[in-house]
Structures are given as C-alpha cells and as structure tokens.
C-alpha cells in the first residue's frame, strides 16, 4: 500500500471530468444493457475518448544530457526446439514478439538481450529467470527493461526516454528511483517493468531470487509476481519513496487487451477506474497478453492490426 501512495507528482489529465463521467457511465451501461461487445468497443476506443496514458509530448524534455544505454531483456525461441508439442506452441509467440522487440530495438538505439527460457536456472519455472537474467546484466547498462514473451510493442513512435521521463519527472539518471512499475487489478505486475543500474537494484534482485517460498510449479502462476508484490509491499515508505515509482497509468507501458468475459465484466464493474487505466486501445505503447490463454492467437492478431499493410 505505501507504494500506491508515495507517487510522484503528475500532470492531471485535462479531461478529468469526462473522464468520471465515463468511469460512472461504463457499469451503468453493463447493467442496464447487458452488452459486453459494446464495452469492448468502447474500451479499445479509451485514447480517443480522451484517456492519457504519456502526457503530451514533451520529448526535448526528455532527452538527458547524456545518452544513456538502454537494453530489453525479454525470452528468445531458441533452446525451445525438439521439446514437443507445448514448446513448439509457445515458440510461434516467442519467434513473433522477439522479433517485434528486434525492430523496436534497432529504431531506437538500444540493445536487446533474448534468453532462452528456463537456461538461468532449470530448477525453477521458466518465469523466473528473469531475476538472474537482469541480475547478470544491471551492471551492463543504465537501464534494463523486462519484458514477458507475451507482450507487443504496438506503438514504436514512444521512445524508453520519454515514457521513464514521464514517470521520473526528470532526467537526472543519479537522482532517478530503481524500479518503475505498472500496476493491475492484482497489485504490480511483474511482465513489464524497468530497472535502474544501482546497488540497491542488485540487492533488491537478490532479495526477490532469495524468496524461494513463493516459487510455484504445475499452474498458470509460477510465483515470481507475488514474490515481486510482496517484497515491494513490505519496503519502508522511505524506502519506496526513493526508489520505487508505479506508473500512474498502467497503460503508459503495460496494457492489456479487455475480452468479454464474466470476469472481465465482473472487473469492469467493481474497478472501473482500474480497467480504464490498463485497457489496451490503439496508440497505445505496447500490449501484454496476461492471463490470455490463446496467446498465439492474439499476437498475430495484433501485430497483423499493426503492421501497415
Ligand atoms: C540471498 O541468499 C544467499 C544464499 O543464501 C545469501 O548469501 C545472500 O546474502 C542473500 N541475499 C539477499 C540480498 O538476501
């Protein structure tokens, strides 16, 4: 809880009335028109009925002094190979989005570091290695951005800079926090996040590594995510004051797409602010296919709606 209220100071959106008008508005709809396809429409629309996920641009603000290094840590297809069905199912995602992340990379300037899942450490689900994975590489560069196999960049135009500076509110690298967060329904989510070249990052990995008690075999959670909320829901307020920042919008970086399903509705319903804050619409910088089962599906999905054709 302390890290949802120590934020740094942000812009309010303009459009803050219209947008608690369609905060009341969206559940109201759901119960007297039991539409779900209509909320889906209106939803993907989010960014042109006004929601800000990056405030306006302001990239010379963005643009530090000095240029720092930047990598994207994310799964690769290979060592996937020979391993039968259910790896060469996930190795369409993984070929597809490391991919995407390729070019994003280039365009950009920063460097990308694709890990063959579960190499780090086979005794655990393949989920967490990404905590020794960005352990080996902190010192590497200034910044390391995880990202989860199942996510897209979908908006190439936003650079790592802006959306950091948009958090940050400054582009003093010695006087940045550590660790910037989304956060979802569930708390802060752990497929997408940066983290700073610092000692308190290396002991904060290491710490994350040691809590082995919440590491989970045979479901769709591997544990690694609570761990993460765990550790960052028990740090002091001053602690999470000077190195943790959650992003006010959880769709300046993590968004994720809104199917119709009852819990879905039913989320819709009782944390509307939530879901409107996380939906993905178009514009948006990238997507992220949590608790989507069909992730194959979605990802050509959305990278063939991208795609200029
Ligand atoms: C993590 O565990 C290792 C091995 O038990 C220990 O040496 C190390 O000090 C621990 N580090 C942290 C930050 O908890």
């Known amino acids: 809880m302390a890290a949802r209220e120590r934020r740094s100071p942000h812009h309010r959106p303009r459009l803050r ?6 905060l009341l508005l969206l559940p109201l709809l759901l119960l007297f028109f039991p539409l ?3 909320s889906a429409v209106l ?3 989010a960014n042109s009925l006004g929601r800000r996920c990056l405030p306006l641009a302001d990239d010379h603000r963005a643009l530090p002094g000095q240029r720092l290094s930047f990598s994207i840590v994310t799964l690769s297809d290979e060592g996937l190979s020979g391993r039968g069905a259910r790896g060469r199912s996930f190795r369409g995602v993984l070929a597809a989005t490391a991919r995407n992340k390729r070019a994003y990379a280039a365009a950009h300037g920063y460097s990308l570091a694709a ?24 010192r590497r560069h200034h910044w390391l951005f995880w990202n989860d196999a199942d996510t897209v960049v979908t908006n190439p135009g936003i650079s790592l800079e802006r959306i950091l500076f948009s958090v940050i509110g400054h582009s003093d690298f010695d006087a940045s926090p550590d660790l910037i967060l989304t956060e979802d329904v569930n708390g802060v989510n752990a497929g997408l996040f940066f983290i700073r070249r610092s000692k308190w990052s290396e002991r904060f990995l290491d710490t994350w590594w040691n809590h082995t008690s919440f590491v989970q075999f045979g479901s769709t959670k591997s544990g690694d995510n609570a761990a993460l909320k765990h550790i960052v829901g028990h740090l002091s307020p001053e602690e999470t004051q000077a190195h943790v920042r959650i992003a006010k919008m959880q769709c300046l970086f993590n968004s994720y797409p809104w199917v119709a399903t009852w819990k879905s509705v039913h989320r819709l319903i009782f944390h509307p602010s939530t879901t409107w804050k996380g939906v993905y619409s178009d514009g948006d910088f990238m997507v992220h296919f949590a608790g989507l089962n069909d992730k194959r599906g979605w990802t050509s999905k959305v990278l063939r709606e991208i795609t200029p054709s």
Do not use: E, N, T, Y
């Not at 009335?17 to 369609?22: A, G, I, N, P, S």
């Not at 005794?123 to 902190?138: D, F, M, N, Y």
């Open 17 to 22: 009335h219209r947008h608690l008008l369609l």
């Open 36 to 38: 779900p396809p209509l």
């Open 115 to 138: 890990l063959p899942p579960g190499a780090v450490d086979p005794g655990r689900p393949p989920a967490w290695s990404k905590v020794l994975a960005l352990r080996a590489r902190l």
């Open 43 to 45: 939803l993907r629309r």
